[in-house]
């Protein structure tokens, strides 16, 4: 216990010493893209493991999903008519290239302007931290919790998750609550609170095209054998039409189209296209026709090619005729697809439709995930709608995402709870790029949503 009255005053008397702590966090490299950072890894899971004993978490475990380090907590003292949360954060990080493009070194943090610059600041080392701090400034001012808190904290969210469902059922019985808070994902602006509920599916597969058994003379064979690079263009190009639907048999047979409430409720959220064409360089926007640019990103499945190569590509001229051709493809899912079922659709696509003279490989990854989707009156949505209406002014917008958050759907099928979005990161904070920050201003107020987030549950519930 200390001299704070109460957590809202603990959290602004500790303001600088939780500044220190998460630069101090974010100079840990743990990039689990890397082999090479293993260590790392290793070294932030114990780093969130010793911060959540120092916040006054009694029982904390350093565990092991696949081999990757993941941070296991719980603080149960509210008794059992108390509800239980299960919060939700990755410590891991994306890798850092163009490392050129960084105006700092990226894991040595730096603040400017009241911003904290380095990778992983937004994404999710910031915020995943929050609500650790929001726990102790109960824990040391209250003495206690006025619910029951387990905390799930991994290593491996940027590369897809792959262990974790196999962490999850391993842990089924330990894991249980009434549902999970994620501290990974974010807000509508700096003055417009947001809830997300829903996030998309993904799968993805790679396509090998493999033409003559040695790289060719253009002059001495071309015109007379199959390019591989143009019959991956014919094959790619055969996926979608002029206007961006997809081609592919069977790829919209378990799609959801929204209902009216849903596509009346997205157009209450402000979009200017041509603020957004603008602010992506681009002349017009592009897709599939019927659906506005917000249903397209939220509710509507995509195919892109994400890369492709084969070939001569260094500067100047080589007249080559590959012998091979490479495409990497992502697709981006919603309610009810199946990851499985549509990498399968793709690959009989690539084999009905390879170009003569040419054969197809199709390798289907096995870092899918389902999409997911949380009622909006939820009682966790309720409890924190409530919160993030007091602290901003204004009612949260209702969104979805077009990104993916493989555990959300994963908890849903073995855990049979929904997952509420709780974050603070903004769009504009560069997560995944040179000079990813977090602003100080998100950090302190999601400390203060977090801590009245607690009280409200119990209210609520």
């Not at 997300?196 to 597969?205: D, P, S």
């Not at 603008?278 to 397209?296: A, H, I, M, N, W």
């Not at 939220?298 to 001229?317: A, H, Q, S």
């Not at 009622?375 to 409530?386: I, K, Q, R, T, V």
Request: aromatic share 8%; charged share 20%; hydrophobic share 40%.
């Amino acid at each position: 216990m200390t001299g704070s009255s109460n957590p809202a005053d603990y959290l602004a008397e500790h303001d600088e010493r939780f500044t220190r702590e998460l630069l101090e966090f974010l100079a840990i490299p743990s990039i689990s893209a890397l082999p090479d950072h293993a260590p790392h890894l290793a070294a932030a899971a114990d780093w969130v493991a010793d911060r959540l004993r120092q916040a006054g978490v009694p029982t904390v475990e350093v565990l092991s999903a696949g081999g990757i380090p993941t941070v296991y907590g719980e603080w149960l003292a509210a008794g059992e008519a108390a509800p239980t949360i299960l919060v939700y954060g990755h410590f891991d990080t994306q890798p850092v290239d163009p490392v050129e493009l960084w105006t700092d070194p990226p894991f040595t943090p730096v603040i400017r302007d009241e911003r904290i610059y380095a990778r992983g600041a937004s994404d999710d080392k910031g915020n995943m931290l929050i609500p650790i701090l929001a726990a102790e400034a109960w824990l040391q001012t209250v003495g206690s919790l006025p619910i029951n808190v387990k905390f799930l904290f991994e290593g491996e969210e940027e590369v897809g998750s792959p262990h974790v469902e196999e962490f999850i059922l391993a842990h089924r019985q330990r894991l249980a609550c009434d549902y999970v808070v994620s501290a990974d994902g974010g807000q509508w602006s700096e003055d417009q609170p947001n809830l997300l509920v829903g996030f998309k599916g993904l799968c993805a597969v790679e396509i090998d095209l493999v033409g003559p058994n040695r790289d060719l003379h253009s002059g001495q064979y071309g015109g007379t054998v199959q390019n591989p690079i143009h019959a991956l263009a014919r094959l790619v190009a055969s996926m979608r039409d002029d206007q961006g639907r997809i081609t592919i048999d069977g790829f919209y047979d378990q799609v959801i189209t929204p209902g009216e409430a849903d596509r009346e409720q997205i157009a209450t959220i402000p979009q200017d296209d041509a603020s957004y064409a603008d602010g992506l360089g681009v002349d017009e926007l592009f897709g599939e026709p019927g659906y506005s640019t917000l249903e397209r990103a939220w509710c509507r499945p995509t195919l892109e090619v994400n890369g492709t190569w084969g070939g001569f590509t260094d500067d100047g001229v080589k007249t080559v005729l590959p012998s091979e051709a490479h495409a990497k493809i992502t697709c981006r899912l919603v309610p009810d697809q199946d990851p499985a079922m549509v990498a399968e659709c793709i690959r009989r696509h690539v084999q009905q439709h390879v170009p003569p003279g040419v054969t197809a490989t199709t390798t289907i990854s096995e870092s899918g995930a389902r999409p997911y989707l949380v009622p909006g009156d939820h009682p966790g949505n309720l409890a924190a709608g409530d919160v993030l209406e007091e602290l901003y002014g204004s009612a949260p917008y209702f969104t979805r995402s077009g990104g993916t958050l493989p555990i959300c759907s994963v908890l849903r099928e073995h855990l049979g709870v929904y997952t509420v979005i709780f974050s603070f990161a903004l769009d504009d904070e560069r997560a995944h790029a040179p000079d990813e920050f977090f602003r100080l201003s998100s950090f302190r107020r999601g400390q203060v949503a977090w801590s009245r987030l607690w009280q409200r549950i119990a209210e609520t519930e």
